[in-house]
């Protein structure tokens, strides 16, 4: 018998039941559909972590204190990283050119009648290069393909210098918000501002800011900042030296391991680190690029892509399991059909293959409602989990081939007992 004759025949077993057929194939569509839904939630969360972190500079090493439990509180395992540390870096350091230094607070800021508790940034004077050469942020409406300078992020004004800095100069520049609470429409350049019981200059405004991924939704609000030189916040809100936030920018990007090495010498140095007894440093920070978090957390999302899948495979199993009883119900209603057919000539392969393309049809059939199903519940199921959910291309052909080799799996032992049919029982039988 010629395949087209046993792809019939086989056809016609399936809609000689329409119901139970359709029944059937319940399963796969639920199993399509979660394996669709759930790759795309991964492709998703992957997307979601690059589009983070490319932010990040390539030749960037981010420097963080090494921190420990005590009485369940977070604190430096070892001395803070200093303000001293990050000013003298540049001058130790060969392959490093430059290093941006942060540290936040909390004050209570006032003009006229005007007073909020606002968080205080304070950073070193090449701050906005780094926010505009990251290309996390642009003023509104600005021209795709444009260059952003530095200049486009200032409405008025300008930022401060790196002579400010070391002066320790009591001035600010703010977001476009921030003058509008304390100044509503009127010009702030040269007001003074009061930062709890210390004096503050205005010197800057910042540009309306929008982010430049419109997914993304960990980005910093510039328009909401309250911008002062780093050594100033020190002086002003901390009776402590705090920690200070240490970014530093290498020379050569394809030597940032070799840069890497050279901080570490040189912190170790300034922290007075030594060898353990077993020949290791215990470093009291960590050194952390671009390339190390993306690593880890394209890992994790990785991870969390093939556990999703996994879970999801499950459904597809039952539906398996579906088609395997109803294949079995089938051989067993259809046995004296079974017996006729190789009475008159049909061979083992025959049988075989006539209910293996039922269950390949059934299982298809399930695929192919499954995968509109899945894409249907792509939004909901972004929505749902607050994320983005991603699919990608090669998903369709994977959860239709794993669709249809799961009817092809679950299909071959029905298969296989109709084909063992004894000829002359299956005829006898009522």
């Given at each position: 018998?010629s395949?087209w004759n046993?792809?019939l025949?086989?056809?016609?077993?399936?809609?000689s039941?329409?119901?139970r057929?359709?029944l059937?194939?319940l399963?796969?569509?639920?199993?399509?559909a979660?394996?669709i839904?759930m790759?795309?939630?991964?492709n998703?969360?992957?997307?979601?972590v690059?589009?983070r972190?490319?932010?990040?500079?390539?030749?960037?090493?981010?420097?963080?204190?090494?921190?420990?439990?005590?009485?369940?509180?977070?604190?430096?395992?070892?001395?803070?990283?200093?303000?001293?540390d990050?000013?003298?870096?540049?001058?130790?350091?060969?392959?490093?050119?430059?290093?941006?230094m942060?540290?936040?607070?909390?004050?209570?800021?006032?003009y006229?009648?005007?007073?909020?508790d606002?968080?205080?940034?304070?950073?070193?004077?090449?701050?906005?290069?780094?926010?505009?050469?990251?290309?996390?942020?642009q003023?509104?409406?600005?021209?795709?393909?444009?260059?952003?300078t530095?200049?486009?992020?200032?409405?008025?004004?300008?930022?401060?210098?790196?002579?400010?800095?070391?002066?320790?100069?009591?001035?600010c520049?703010?977001?476009?918000?921030?003058?509008?609470?304390?100044?509503?429409?009127?010009n702030p350049?040269?007001?003074?501002?009061?930062?709890?019981?210390?004096?503050?200059q205005?010197?800057?405004?910042?540009?309306?800011?929008?982010?430049?991924?419109p997914?993304?939704?960990?980005?910093?609000?510039?328009?909401?900042?309250?911008?002062?030189p780093?050594?100033?916040?020190?002086?002003?809100?901390?009776?402590?030296?705090?920690?200070?936030?240490?970014?530093?920018?290498?020379?050569?990007?394809?030597?940032?391991d070799?840069?890497?090495?050279?901080?570490?010498?040189?912190?170790?140095?300034?922290?007075?680190?030594e060898k353990?007894?077993?020949?290791?440093?215990?470093?009291?920070?960590?050194?952390?690029?671009?390339?190390?978090?993306?690593?880890?957390?394209?890992e994790?999302?990785?991870?969390?892509?093939?556990?999703?899948?996994a879970?999801?495979?499950?459904s597809?199993?039952?539906?398996?399991?579906?088609?395997?009883?109803?294949?079995?119900?089938s051989?067993?209603?259809?046995t004296?059909?079974?017996?006729?057919?190789?009475?008159?000539?049909?061979s083992?392969?025959?049988?075989?293959?006539q209910?293996?393309l039922?269950?390949?049809?059934?299982?298809?059939?399930?695929?192919?409602?499954?995968?509109?199903?899945?894409?249907?519940?792509?939004?909901?199921?972004?929505a749902?989990?607050?994320?983005?959910?991603?699919?990608?291309?090669?998903?369709?052909?994977?959860?239709?081939?794993v669709?249809?080799?799961?009817g092809i799996a679950?299909?071959?032992?029905p298969?296989?007992?109709?084909?063992r049919?004894?000829?002359?029982?299956?005829?006898?039988?009522?």
């Amino acid at each position: 018998m010629s395949f087209w004759n046993i792809f019939l025949t086989a056809l016609r077993g399936v809609s000689s039941n329409k119901l139970r057929s359709a029944l059937t194939t319940l399963g796969i569509i639920i199993g399509v559909a979660s394996v669709i839904a759930m790759l795309a939630l991964g492709n998703g969360a992957r997307a979601a972590v690059e589009s983070r972190f490319r932010f990040l500079g390539a030749d960037q090493v981010q420097i963080s204190p090494e921190m420990a439990l005590d009485n369940g509180e977070l604190v430096s395992a070892g001395e803070i990283l200093s303000y001293e540390d990050g000013l003298r870096m540049p001058a130790s350091v060969p392959l490093v050119n430059q290093v941006d230094m942060a540290v936040g607070g909390t004050a209570k800021i006032r003009y006229g009648r005007a007073a909020n508790d606002m968080s205080i940034s304070g950073v070193t004077a090449d701050a906005l290069e780094t926010i505009a050469s990251a290309g996390e942020m642009q003023p509104v409406s600005w021209p795709e393909g444009v260059p952003l300078t530095v200049d486009a992020f200032l409405a008025m004004g300008r930022f401060f210098t790196p002579a400010e800095v070391l002066e320790s100069a009591e001035i600010c520049v703010i977001g476009s918000k921030t003058a509008l609470d304390l100044f509503g429409g009127d010009n702030p350049i040269g007001e003074t501002v009061w930062v709890n019981r210390e004096r503050c200059q205005v010197i800057g405004v910042l540009s309306e800011m929008e982010s430049t991924d419109p997914s993304q939704r960990y980005t910093r609000n510039l328009n909401e900042s309250f911008f002062m030189p780093v050594s100033t916040v020190i002086e002003m809100l901390y009776q402590e030296e705090p920690s200070v936030s240490l970014t530093a920018h290498v020379t050569d990007e394809s030597r940032i391991d070799e840069a890497k090495a050279q901080i570490a010498a040189y912190l170790r140095q300034r922290h007075a680190i030594e060898k353990n007894a077993a020949g290791e440093y215990v470093d009291d920070f960590n050194l952390t690029t671009r390339k190390d978090i993306l690593g880890a957390q394209q890992e994790a999302a990785q991870t969390f892509s093939l556990l999703l899948a996994a879970m999801a495979s499950v459904s597809l199993v039952v539906g398996g399991i579906g088609i395997m009883n109803v294949m079995l119900v089938s051989v067993t209603e259809r046995t004296r059909e079974i017996g006729v057919r190789m009475a008159i000539g049909a061979s083992t392969a025959d049988i075989t293959w006539q209910f293996l393309l039922e269950a390949a049809l059934i299982s298809a059939g399930g695929g192919l409602l499954g995968l509109v199903v899945g894409i249907l519940s792509i939004p909901l199921a972004a929505a749902l989990n607050q994320g983005m959910a991603l699919l990608e291309p090669n998903s369709i052909p994977l959860a239709l081939g794993v669709a249809l080799l799961t009817g092809i799996a679950f299909g071959l032992y029905p298969a296989l007992r109709a084909a063992r049919l004894d000829p002359i029982e299956a005829l006898r039988y009522e």
